[in-house]
């Protein structure tokens, strides 16, 4: 429980959009808020008390976790202020790991080596509102108005099968926080889209087209 309680950062979780946490062993935080326990914990109880408990779980609606809700979650989708830049991966998640709430929240972590040629992005101190037009499988659309240049940022899994376009016109999607997604994004009203393209559709698509082929030949 100590190993819990000590051992992850909440600052990380709130800006992965993590609301709440599911384990079986308490998290004794202050910052997070208990919102369900079991009746019976397994590590007071004897080896009796514990295979009756494992029964008891497996074959019943008992339940088992306790369940704790983050109420500093970052936003889904945010603008950040700055953009901080590291050449190394390990650099950048050990700045990650010791930073604030706040300034992760303000700043979007990048890697920019100096292989890559272009300028990082420079937001400006800008503010914006978000709305969400459509979340699906396979696309996101975002209303997003800035009064200044900003640095878009989605809490979703980076790939680089996912691709961007602002007012329908592609842009690059780079790795924010070495794990999520994030686009500059100019000052005035956009509309800002994903879209899901794995090279399996293109593979099936030639392969469907190959077999018409030879179908008609």
Same mark, same amino acid.
Request: hydrophobic residues 40%.
């Given at each position: 429980?100590?190993?819990?309680?000590?051992?992850?950062?909440?600052?990380?979780?709130?800006?992965?959009?993590?609301?709440?946490?599911?384990?079986?062993?308490?998290?004794?935080?202050?910052?997070?808020?208990?919102?369900?326990?079991?009746?019976?914990?397994?590590?007071?109880?004897?080896?009796?008390?514990?295979?009756?408990?494992?029964?008891?779980?497996?074959?019943?609606?008992?339940?088992? %976790?306790?369940?704790?809700?983050?109420?500093? +979650? =970052? #936003?889904? *989708?945010?603008?950040?202020?700055?953009?901080? @830049?590291? !050449?190394?991966?390990?650099?950048?998640?050990?700045?990650?790991?010791?930073?604030?709430?706040?300034?992760?929240?303000?700043?979007?972590?990048?890697?920019?080596?100096?292989?890559?040629?272009?300028?990082?992005?420079?937001?400006?101190?800008?503010?914006?509102?978000?709305?969400?037009?459509?979340?699906?499988?396979?696309?996101?659309?975002?209303?997003?108005?800035?009064?200044?240049?900003?640095?878009?940022?989605?809490?979703?899994?980076?790939?680089?099968?996912?691709?961007? %376009?602002?007012?329908?016109?592609?842009?690059? +999607? =780079? #790795?924010? *926080?070495?794990?999520?997604?994030?686009?500059? @994004?100019? !000052?005035?009203?956009?509309?800002?889209?994903?879209?899901?393209?794995?090279?399996?559709?293109?593979?099936?698509?030639?392969?469907?087209?190959?077999?018409?082929?030879?179908?008609?030949?």
């Amino acid at each position: 429980a100590e190993i819990l309680g000590t051992n992850f950062n909440i600052s990380l979780l709130s800006l992965a959009n993590v609301k709440y946490l599911v384990t079986f062993l308490p998290v004794p935080r202050d910052d997070l808020e208990l919102v369900l326990q079991p009746e019976r914990k397994s590590w007071q109880l004897s080896t009796f008390g514990k295979l009756d408990l494992a029964l008891d779980y497996n074959f019943s609606t008992t339940n088992k %976790f306790f369940i704790y809700r983050n109420p500093i +979650v =970052l #936003p889904r *989708y945010f603008l950040t202020r700055n953009v901080r @830049v590291f !050449r190394q991966h390990d650099d950048m998640l050990k700045a990650m790991s010791g930073a604030s709430l706040e300034t992760l929240r303000h700043n979007a972590f990048l890697v920019w080596p100096d292989s890559i040629e272009r300028e990082p992005p420079k937001p400006i101190n800008s503010s914006g509102n978000i709305t969400l037009i459509a979340n699906q499988s396979d696309s996101l659309i975002l209303d997003v108005e800035t009064d200044g240049k900003s640095f878009l940022v989605v809490t979703n899994s980076y790939s680089p099968f996912w691709k961007a %376009f602002v007012d329908g016109k592609e842009t690059t +999607v =780079l #790795p924010a *926080y070495h794990a999520f997604w994030g686009i500059e @994004v100019d !000052r005035g009203r956009h509309r800002v889209e994903w879209r899901y393209a794995p090279p399996y559709q293109r593979a099936s698509f030639l392969s469907l087209n190959r077999f018409w082929s030879f179908e008609w030949l």
